[in-house]
Nanobody
Framework: QVQPVESGGGLVQAGGSLRLSCVVS????????MGWFRQAPGKEREFVAS???????DYADSVKGRFTISRDNVKTMVHLQMNNLKPEDTAVYYC????????WGQGTQVTVSS
């Protein structure tokens, strides 16, 4: 399986917004529930959000009401709109299938300053 390619990270002040994007193969996109994950320094990778083929979404409690996951069926991309960012959101963000079946990409760094 071709690994996803993430983009859109950056440095933002607390309260700001970022939109992450991930490109996956059409085969992967048409079969799997896709998810976003993140890994902060010294911590394990954790689930952030997922979206299935029907568009149903699921979120970690820590991001509910602030993050929105979406999928672009034409471009086979998955997006993560992140609003009201907090310093504790600082991490490398990755996309993958909901259960991490693909090789992990390089991720995109999100840094939120206080």
């Amino acid at each position: 399986q071709v690994q996803p390619v993430e983009s859109g990270g950056g440095l933002v002040q607390a309260g700001g917004s970022l939109r992450l994007s991930c490109v996956v193969s059409r085969r992967t996109f048409s079969v799997y529930t896709m998810g976003w994950f993140r890994q902060a320094p010294g911590k394990e990778r954790e689930f952030v959000a997922s979206i299935n083929l029907s568009g149903s979404t699921d979120y970690a409690d820590s991001v509910k009401g602030r993050f929105t996951i979406s999928r672009d069926n034409v471009k086979t991309m998955v997006h993560l709109q992140m609003n009201n960012l907090k310093p504790e959101d600082t991490a490398v963000y990755y996309c993958n299938t909901r259960v991490g079946e693909l090789a992990w990409g390089q991720g995109t760094q999100v840094t939120v300053s206080s």
